[in-house]
């Protein structure tokens, strides 16, 4: 899901605080404040597109009186020379928006196509391709809105989300019946319980406490098979731990309901934009 427009003001005011102490030291003592311009955004790579319209915002927080026009939406592809967007106005504005705004657009396109690719590679099988909480701070939610942009789902947005028991929390607390069980006093009917599993034996133990959802953590695709044969739809079983492009429609066959990548966010290749500005003479 998108995230609200006050939430996306929230983020570009932050990182144009960043990028602007106070003034432009380049912008403002070179270019006149009544110079006029158009500048368009041009892919120099092929995929999928997310955030344009985000990007556009940020010229609009810094002057409401540009004018610009989008040529590809959301989730639609582009390849190299695509124009996929256009700013007409002051060219201190376009110039002090530049840098954020394509960060932005490059980034979140960038996970789109990711996970387009993984989308892609599992497509017959059953499977879906889900993100993790592995996000850069402050930039989740524009990430996790990527990653359905790209085709994917979205895994829990924060800790409040889903009750989810890792190794750590078992190795602080004991055994996965007595976590589960310890959980389900205190729990709303309304929230899941999600057991991370390393091998068969507590793929039982969770199936037998009804744990909502078993993650199988960096299992062999022998075993996650097995682990499906187990399990036979009494929870939702989910793969984590080096998916990789090479290695998802192997896991996918298996037979596991989602598949969570986090190289996805965390580890992501910018997709390549640039802005070009109309030459004065």
Excluded: W
């Amino acid at each position: 899901m998108k995230p609200l427009k006050f939430e996306i003001d929230d983020i570009i005011i932050r990182a144009l605080k960043e990028d602007i102490n106070y003034i432009d030291i380049t912008t403002d003592y070179l270019i006149d404040d009544s110079l006029i311009s158009t500048a368009k955004f041009v892919s120099k790579d092929e995929g999928i597109i997310c955030g344009a319209d985000i990007a556009m915002r940020v010229f609009k927080l810094l002057d409401d009186s540009i004018n610009y026009k989008i040529y590809v939406c959301d989730g639609e592809k582009v390849k190299k020379g695509d124009i996929i967007a256009s700013i007409t106005g002051s060219v201190k504005t376009l110039l002090k928006g530049e840098r954020t705004a394509l960060n932005l657009i490059q980034h979140l396109s960038g996970i789109a196509t990711a996970t387009n690719k993984y989308v892609e590679l599992i497509k017959g099988t059953g499977a879906t391709i889900a993100d993790t909480r592995k996000t850069l701070p402050g930039l989740r939610s524009l990430q996790k809105y990527a990653v359905t942009v790209g085709g994917g789902k979205n895994h829990r947005y924060n800790l409040s989300d889903c009750a989810m028991l890792k190794d750590t929390h078992l190795d602080a607390y004991g055994s996965i019946t007595n976590a589960v069980k310890a959980l389900r006093q205190r729990l709303g009917h309304t929230v899941k319980i999600e057991v991370e599993t390393t091998n068969l034996e507590e793929v039982r133990e969770a199936i037998s406490v009804g744990a909502d959802l078993i993650m199988l953590d960096n299992m062999s695709c022998e075993k996650m098979a097995e682990a499906v044969k187990l399990t036979n739809k009494k929870a939702v079983l989910e793969a984590s731990g080096n998916i990789t492009e090479e290695t998802v429609r192997a896991v996918a066959e298996t037979g596991v309901d989602i598949i969570s990548v986090g190289a996805i966010t965390h580890s992501v290749k910018c997709f390549d934009i640039s802005m070009k500005m109309q030459k004065n003479n």
